[in-house]
């Protein structure tokens, strides 16, 4: 778990190639073929074993001179892994293609340790989360002109709550305090477009036979999905601006969840989620 493929460190820049991962090959599925598919397992420690055998990661960015651009990247469990738990960075992800990467636990073509990314005219599809953090105060993103394609086997846009990762600080001040989720997230201009989670098949690891539903997605099966899921308190806030929105308002569009009720919060129950000029309902052809 703690490999890649490629590490692009200080003046690291990837460009103008096609990165094909380990798991592409999944071409029977009647929803989305090449998806990986999900863990399957009755309990938790076999699904984690499974995850274990094929996790695989494409990139891993950490420095902010790092720069990944037009280029193609899928078939991997983790597309891009930015900084590490240990020091931020601030990479640059542009003009670039990333889909085809589901998996239970993790599935995120964009991985978020530590730093602020830019994301820049990317196209993401078939994934579980697009963009993902750890949930320390220095974790976010921005992604700009981005389009989030409908195939999401959970939401879109998304930064966990440092206590599902860890024990986490009980000091509100602290880097890593339990109820954080990120720091600064912004999406803006960007065509948002999952609202519902797929209808997911497995044909539990094989690379042939007959799909059956997946009784272990750890999701809703085919239920809603929220464009946006911020887990807990950011630092700072995540900025929703001049998006083309496929759910009909911010009610559904958007969801928060796993924070004090200590924290202040606007009309719609959120706390740093701030919205404006986004246009709602937009009918995408799917």
Not at 3 to 20: P, Q, S
Not at 83 to 90: D, H, I, L, M, W
Not at 166 to 173: L, M
Request: glycine share 10%; aromatic share 10%.
């Amino acid at each position: 778990m703690s490999n890649a493929l490629f590490t692009l460190e200080e003046g690291g820049r990837l460009t103008g190639v096609t990165i094909r991962g380990p798991h592409w090959n999944y071409t029977a599925s009647p929803v989305i073929p090449g998806y990986i598919p999900f863990a399957p397992g009755e309990t938790r420690p076999e699904r984690a074993r499974w995850r274990s055998d094929w996790y695989a990661r494409g990139v891993s960015m950490q420095a902010d001179s790092s720069q990944f651009d037009n280029c193609e990247l899928w078939g991997f469990s983790t597309g891009i892994m930015v900084g590490s738990r240990e020091s931020p960075a601030s990479p640059s992800i542009l003009y670039s293609a990333l889909h085809n990467c589901m998996m239970t636990s993790a599935g995120y073509p964009i991985d978020v340790n530590r730093g602020t990314p830019t994301i820049y005219r990317c196209a993401f599809d078939a994934y579980r989360h697009a963009i993902c953090g750890y949930g320390t105060a220095d974790a976010g993103y921005l992604a700009i002109e981005c389009d989030f394609g409908p195939h999401a086997s959970s939401h879109p846009i998304d930064m966990h709550r440092i206590g599902e990762n860890e024990s986490g600080a009980n000091d509100e001040s602290a880097l890593r305090w339990q109820w954080r989720a990120g720091g600064t997230m912004l999406v803006r201009n960007s065509i948002i477009r999952p609202t519902r989670v797929v209808d997911q098949r497995h044909h539990n690891g094989a690379n042939a036979g007959p799909y059956e539903p997946d009784p272990y997605i750890n999701h809703n099966r085919g239920g809603f999905t929220p464009h946006v899921l911020i887990r807990g308190a950011p630092a700072d806030g995540i900025y929703l601006e001049g998006n083309q929105c496929a759910h009909p308002d911010p009610e559904t569009g958007i969801d928060q969840s796993s924070f004090p009720g200590r924290q202040r919060m606007n009309e719609f129950g959120w706390h740093n989620i701030f919205t404006q000029q986004n246009q709602w309902d937009v009918p995408f052809s799917q």
